[in-house]
């Protein structure tokens, strides 16, 4: 044993390596009553081998896994994209009242008028935000939005007795868009973007026609730019008989400034976990409601909240409906949180974009010298910068870049995303960060651009500080060990 | 508004380090006829106590499983959240950060995941098993879209005694899929294996659940063999509060395992958000939707956690990832990792043993005739003298809400009443449920 | 800036060091109406100067400090005298239940019957503990309980009219039974411990006369050592009319295996946050009732719990009582905790102390040949051990040993003291420890034993992997800096 | 028992590691006559599960604040307490630590034990504060001592609008102390200037209350004058939640500021945990009873807090020490650090102008005559023309509890009433709360 300083932090066994035969922390009821014999066949064989350990110890590890995790709480996470904002802590208070909590989804509606009500409202509220007047709350996130959006449009133009099998989406558009169009059963194709960062509307112009279906756009892109024509997209797509699907993960730039609605989108999803607060959690949950124009509205998923005067119900009866694509009415908890965050802010939710949008230009202006700026404008709520100047001129990559943010305490941008950019550096504030912590991660940025010149080997074998250094990611998916094998386990040779 | 810091002064500078001279100079990029004119038409903001008093409010609506002695079930069940799921839940770093794309900022996450894929495999006798998908309902999607990548056939088998709500959300994605979807009918509350071998030979993948939805146990062997024999990927749906005493899908052969996760630590909380689970063999690993965490080393030699097989993901493959799947629901699933660690091998038998004690007395004990003749693990359907939904009403006016209606599912089972169980529940509660059924039945 | 490893941990501002003048997080409500003018000299004249911060920093500043902090679920902790114990995560949940945590105390005992039925609950499982039959809840910690103990004493001795002015304390007292002397308004006088780590029965014959009012003693002692002649020491003090007060901080030994009430003694206190698993806080709160015999009961604090019944309530009406030593019936929310933990472990309870002192005594047999053992002994729940060889021989202190252990990532023992051991190390692993922790820490001590011969420098400079390094503690007394003094706070120079 | 870890192997080994055989022979220091020789009798061992289900059960027989609207306050109160407080009451690691005797472990428990101070002392108007107290009854008493060390006077003047269970503590330490207890009464609800500072000529100290416990704002500047006009040292008992709008007790010249620190940052919890707070001028400092943390360098010149002052303590001055105190209530006192940042200095002086305006509204909108003519806070005493205890009873039946009936500790006010308000409060909760006294006194 050897005293190395922050070895406990460096050192975090599985927790099955905590474990011992014969301890145990759970001691579920055991009523006395027989317990009755299975047939042989249905009998487990082999008891699995979850770990043994006693209450202390199980406290004690998931303590030491979250203290080697860096969250929003422990600083700044400019991860574009992805909007990590501050998550309010009274949400956690509220999504564990009893009656939210252990309320069971199969309760009937009158027993469920509070939660009716509170996703009725949110419906509301998220209907207004878009600009469109329908609401399904049931998609799980964002990629389930998307897809439940091309299924909708499909049901559209079953329907209308139109054969479409094309969806457009931009050369920025984040992987969950084509990854979306195949598993709805489309075929792709894909619209270029102009010097200035818009889609390119000769290009566009040549790519819609009758087999269009739809485009899917972010906006702002994911190059954090307004699409400064998307009035003329939009009579593109609507003039060929096509939709625009509305890709929210952007929203958080435009709340109560611009409306997808208005600006030509018939089909939005919102991402609940990004524009509004719903705690990321290490990967998820999220939440992806969908909004529509009043003639998508029959095909939505079923069920969907509905108010008869004081009374809400949910309403099953949608015999357009394209079905169901979650269990239940959706992820209730996440509308808790989601719900509480717009009514914290009311009509100021304006603020919250305008601030995520001022936070990020500001950033912007005193990077813009010292990093490569591919599309030179305003952005809104991000931005995306290139270090290709520090690659050209000292081989300093973004991920060099991003690796040793995290030596500086911040958590490093999106990198590599989008692909139009190279060595991108996706850039997200978000609104709820004080300027000080901007400073500190411009200040950040401005040193280890120095840093590229002066010290490349630093930057390259960066992060200096965390409790692990770079990983051998090829190994990891060349010999793949995806789960713990107790004796049979590799040993790790370097 | 508390969640946002920047001061006057602070707007100043930074709109003079930007070179504007006001907020407004920003927004030129939106088109004018897209700029929204006016405020939005929400309720006005409320600060924290009263956003308090109004939640609490609307919770206070709801009849909750605390409020009455309840034996609904029928995919969600109100089984034990141990404490130890609160020290996940509630600490600020694993609740705010997001996917551990950055591995050195997310060692915790990372290895907690890696954890939980572990203890996925091991109760679904499976090989590897991805970070999570949405719930029960959307793995089952996901395992179709395996199905067809590694069969060229295009129907899928759905046993209709598999959760209603997977065999909705099946149907809802098999278009896209292009994928026809067949139902099987059940005989006295189970699916027969040769009736399934028929359906499943031209079939890419076939689905059933144990214990199925009536309560049922299935003979999931038979099931696996014949689908198996058939050339049609047998998927079984399972929970994972019964792998410690009944048999796991990898013993019997299973390609693919998926399920619902809530039962194992997560609340009811009106239906989510909960973690779907989906394990498989190793042949389909590189077809697994999702991400899925890997060990490796560290500049250092030091053991390091990683996302891995990213190849088939939609950030590196995009339409040709093998799901569209980015957010996923890890911090659900780790709770459930808490929870089973909590347990332990013999808690879960405990719990397991529980659950069949418990349901065998309410079958002996309910004065109701048991629907099936079939073994049972947790949840019993009865045949009901008066419509179910009619007794249920009758029993909840005395404080017992006596399960779940399978005429809401069901076609010709308005008669059937699932009675589901849990350890929480005592042979006292189960008296009273059955002293209540015995009089509003009178 | 510059980036250094583990830089975020080492610089946390001060809360008001974060502050901007305007920003703020909590909006509370107003109400519509007219302020109302205060008289002018009741008006406050100058604003206090809270901090000023959006909520996102509020949230960071506490998470970064709780960071900076090692509790029992950060590693082993094994501060004698203290018994950090694993702390069940479920009392957190049960005490912020609504029912106890919104109660109000002056709810009138119908309204309060599950609180009072818990309390009452505790007293009863206390009493058995204790061998003694009457219980207060109300004191707020062991101090307070000492404190009423004495107070108790006084009473029962002016009942019967007899002036007793002396209170007998160990030379291995804890420093709060002579200051809880000196508040109670009583003398001290100070009896020795022998060769054995007893009590010396002579020097206490010596000492107890008719001006005797009682013993205060801890047993086992803050030795970690049972007092092997308690029978005649409380046949001593009974013998000359005096009454025996046993200090309960070391009651994790001993539950279930022998009982105060049963060594002779007639006043007892518990220390909830020790035996019973409270949660320590950073300092508290704790919980010290007091049981007592059945002659000194009429003298309790009012009100106490009783039943009439199937019904409970506070009897306030206690002609002869003391008085009220703290606000309402006493730290309730602490007793939610401590009910808890009894009934979570039974009549088991005795397991808890068995598997104390087995900890203990296995730490001990493995730490006995590279420390000094000053009473040779099995131990009980702790253990003292003396650096004194190490000193001698290498000049190195208890205080350095301590130190060194924080690079290991383990906390110190409890150090100098009790005063009768020189260069102490008072060690404490408690009940909740495994194996595997127990050895980590005996291989960090043997391990620095040997540092102690072979780089002393190292010992003397650690701790080298905390968030500081030793720390001036004499300028600290010398110039004290005792709050933050905005624009005149010194400067800090070295 | 799932809080042990402790293996049959680990047993044995440990035993033969130690060299005993059995575990007995570790108590053979035990003499055999105090040996315990049967079972505890006490009720039989719970699982988690079972523990949640037996204190739920008890928890829901209480009647709490949220189970009917209520505006009983007198010492306790319901202010909203915030979210952020979660953040310190839920991190393992500063519930799981203890005392920071060991700094370089406990940096983070310093500095915000150094950050309460600093708050306590901006809000009182002192120089310098504890770590805490229990409560802020035994505060009072603390403060005595302090008189005690600093004055050779022996008799103490508590004004009769001192909250009652205060006065009680100190004339239950009084005795210790060799100190006579005075009490002053009160002329319309308020005590009065010349009378207290007859009473103070001899006294070591003299405290009262503002706001205090009737209800009333005292002439607090000139009852300290006359305090410490008559050599007495002036000690105020006063609300952290009214500190932005009523002046400071620095302000107006005392020697100390005490109380109770529930009303910021802690929840009723029947009576406690909670802090009290105890805060004076420099001149006592080496007299201050309990923790004091302060600042300094580490060994690198690095900015660090650390425990000071300690030779005022019990562990190195023993009988000679400020106060026998260890165990406080840091806890408690850290969760009030997190509210008042919270609040900050303009909703802390929100939160005092919408108590001052509610407690207004309430005296013009309840239908009964106020007791007394003085300027109020959040608190306001009415005559009621019954006893005030059955108008307590009668309004509670509609759902209504109206206040604390000061009968219960003051003679001759069986018939006043005293309505408590915070910012929790709304116009329709008074006006509801004024129908409902009209009709039970209809
Ligand atoms: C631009 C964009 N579109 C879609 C998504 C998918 O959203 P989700 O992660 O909620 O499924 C994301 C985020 O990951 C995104 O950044
Ligand atoms: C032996 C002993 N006696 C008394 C006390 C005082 O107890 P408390 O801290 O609960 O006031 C302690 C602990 O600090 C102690 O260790």
Same mark, same amino acid.
């Given at each position: 044993m050897t005293a190395e300083p922050g070895r406990a932090w460096r050192d975090t066994p599985l927790v099955f390596e905590r474990s011992r035969p014969g301890r145990r922390a759970g001691r579920p009821p055991r009523p006395d009553l027989p317990v009755p014999e299975l047939p042989g066949s249905l009998r487990r064989s082999q008891p699995p081998r979850l770990p043994e350990l006693a209450e202390p110890e199980i406290v004690r590890h998931f303590t030491a896994l979250a203290d080697r995790t860096f969250g929003v709480d422990t600083g700044f996470y400019p991860l574009g994209s992805c909007t990590m904002k501050h998550n309010p802590r009274v949400h956690e208070r509220l999504a564990a009242l009893p009656g939210f909590r252990?309320?069971? *989804?199969?309760?009937e509606d009158e027993d469920a008028q509070g939660a009716l009500e509170l996703m009725w409202n949110l419906q509301e509220i998220l209907a207004e935000i878009a600009g469109l007047p329908a609401v399904t709350?049931?998609?799980?996130?964002g990629s389930q939005g998307e897809l439940t959006g091309l299924m909708l449009m499909r049901a559209y133009f079953d329907e209308r007795g139109e054969e479409r099998d094309t969806i457009i989406t931009a050369d920025?558009? %984040?992987?969950t868009n084509p990854a979306s169009v195949t598993m709805a059963g489309y075929q792709l194709a894909r619209v270029e973007t102009d010097a200035r960062g818009n889609l390119d509307l000769a290009d566009l112009r040549a790519k819609v026609n009758e087999r269009t279906a739809g485009l899917m756009l972010t906006n702002p892109s994911?190059?954090?730019?307004?699409?400064?024509g998307i009035e003329e997209v939009a009579e593109i797509f609507h003039g060929a008989g096509a939709l625009l699907y509305y890709d929210?993960?952007?929203?958080n730039a435009v709340?109560?400034?611009?409306?997808p609605g208005d600006m030509g989108f018939d089909i939005v999803h919102y991402n609940l976990h990004k524009t509004f607060s719903q705690p990321h959690g290490g990967g998820g949950p999220g939440g992806g409601p969908v909004a529509v124009r009043e003639s998508i509205? *029959? =095909?939505?998923?079923?069920p969907v909240v509905v108010r008869d005067g004081d009374v809400f119900r949910l309403d099953h009866?949608?015999? /357009?409906? +394209?079905? &169901?694509?979650?269990?239940?009415?959706?992820?209730f908890g996440v509308f808790v949180r989601a719900y509480a965050y717009m009514r914290a802010y009311g009509p100021e939710l304006r603020d919250m974009s305008e601030v995520a949008v001022l936070n990020a230009n500001y950033v912007l202006a005193r990077l813009r010298d010292a990093y490569d700026l591919p599309y030179d404008r305003h952005c809104m709520h991000e931005f995306v910068l290139s270090a290709r100047n520090l690659k050209r001129? %000292?081989? +300093?990559t973004a991920l060099d870049v991003a690796k040793r943010l995290m030596d500086y305490g911040i958590h490093p941008p999106t990198v590599?995303? *989008?692909?139009? #950019?190279? !060595?991108a550096l996706m850039i997200e504030p978000t609104e709820t960060e004080p300027k000080e912590r901007l400073d500190d991660f411009v200040d950040a940025m401005l040193a280890i651009a120095q840093e590229a010149a002066e010290s490349p080997e630093v930057l390259k074998s960066?992060? %200096?500080?965390?409790? #692990?250094?770079?990983?051998d990611e090829v190994r990891a998916a060349k010999q793949?060990?995806?789960r713990y094998l107790f004796d049979e386990h590799p040993a790790l040779v370097t | 508004m508390g969640y946002l810091s920047l001061t006057d002064a602070d707007r100043a500078e930074m709109l003079a380090a930007i070179g504007v001279? @006001?907020?407004d100079e920003l927004f030129d990029q939106i088109p004018p006829g897209v700029r929204?004119? &006016?405020?939005? !038409?929400?309720?006005p903001a409320l600060g924290e106590a009263e956003l308090a008093r109004h939640l609490e409010e609307l919770a206070s609506r709801n009849v909750h499983t605390g409020s009455e002695l309840s034996f609904v079930g029928a995919g969600i069940y109100d089984h034990y959240v141990p404490s130890v799921a609160d020290v996940v839940l509630s600490r600020g770093e694993f609740l705010t950060a =997001?996917? *551990?794309?950055q591995p050195e900022m997310s060692q915790g996450t990372l290895q907690a995941i890696f954890e939980y894929q572990t203890v996925i495999c091991e109760l679904t006798g499976m090989d590897v098993s991805n970070?999570?998908?949405?719930d029960g309902c959307t793995v089952a999607a996901d395992a179709c879209f395996v199905a067809r990548h590694v069969s060229d056939r295009r129907k899928v088998v759905l046993a209709e005694t598999l959760n209603p709500q997977v065999r909705q959300v099946v149907k809802t994605y098999a278009r896209g899929f292009g994928f026809e979807v067949v139902e099987l009918g059940h005989r006295d509350g189970v699916v027969d294996p040769d009736e399934l071998g028929a359906a499943a030979s031209d079939a890419a993948a076939v689905f059933f659940q144990q214990p199925n939805f009536l309560g049922c146990l299935e003979d999931a062997p038979a099931l696996a063999a014949a689908a198996n024999d058939a050339g049609a990927l047998s998927v079984a749906h399972v929970d994972l509060m019964s792998l410690s005493v009944l048999e796991s899908p990898g013993a019997y052969g299973c390609a693919l395992a998926i399920g619902e996760g809530?039962?194992?630590?997560?609340?009811?909380? =009106?239906?989510?958000?909960h973690y779907g689970f989906l394990a498989s063999r190793s042949d389909y690993v590189r077809r697994m939707p999702g991400r899925i965490v890997g060990e490796t080393v560290d500049a250092d030699g030091r053991r390091a956690y990683v996302l891995t097989l990213?190849? &088939?993901?939609q950030h590196i493959? &995009?339409? /040709?990832?093998? @799901?569209? +799947?980015?957010?996923?629901?890890t911090l659900l699933a780790l709770a459930g990792l808490a929870t089973l660690s909590w347990l332990g091998p013999e808690g879960l038998r405990e719990v397991g043993e529980t659950c069949l004690a418990l349901s065998q007395y309410a079958r002996e004990r309910v004065p109701l005739e048991p629907a099936f003749d079939q073994p049972v693990f947790k949840e019993v359907a009865f045949r009901t003298p008066m419509p179910a939904r009619e007794l249920v009403r009758r029993a909840r006016e005395r404080?017992?809400?006596?399960?779940?209606?399978l005429g809401r599912d069901y076609e010709?089972?308005?008669?059937v009443l699932l009675v589901a169980v849990t350890e929480k529940k005592t042979v006292e509660d189960l008296d009273r449920l059955a002293s209540v059924i015995e009089e509003v039945c009178a």
């Open positions: 252990d309320l069971h *989804p199969h309760a709350l049931q998609p799980a996130a920025t558009a %984040h992987g994911t190059l954090g730019l307004f699409d400064e929210g993960a952007n929203l709340v109560g400034l611009s409306r509205e *029959p =095909y939505l998923p079923a009866d949608r015999p /357009k409906s +394209i079905g &169901r694509v979650r269990g239940f009415a959706g992820p001129e %000292h081989g +300093i590599y995303f *989008p692909l139009v #950019v190279p !060595e960066a992060p %200096h500080g965390r409790p #692990v250094r770079r990983l793949p060990v995806l | 001279s @006001s907020l929204f004119g &006016r405020e939005l !038409e929400v309720p =997001y996917t *551990p794309y970070a999570s998908g949405y809530q039962s194992a630590g997560n609340w009811p909380s =009106y239906g989510g958000p990213q190849t &088939r993901e493959r &995009r339409e /040709k990832a093998t @799901s569209n +799947i980015t957010t996923n629901q404080g017992v809400n006596p399960g779940y209606a010709g089972m308005e008669d």
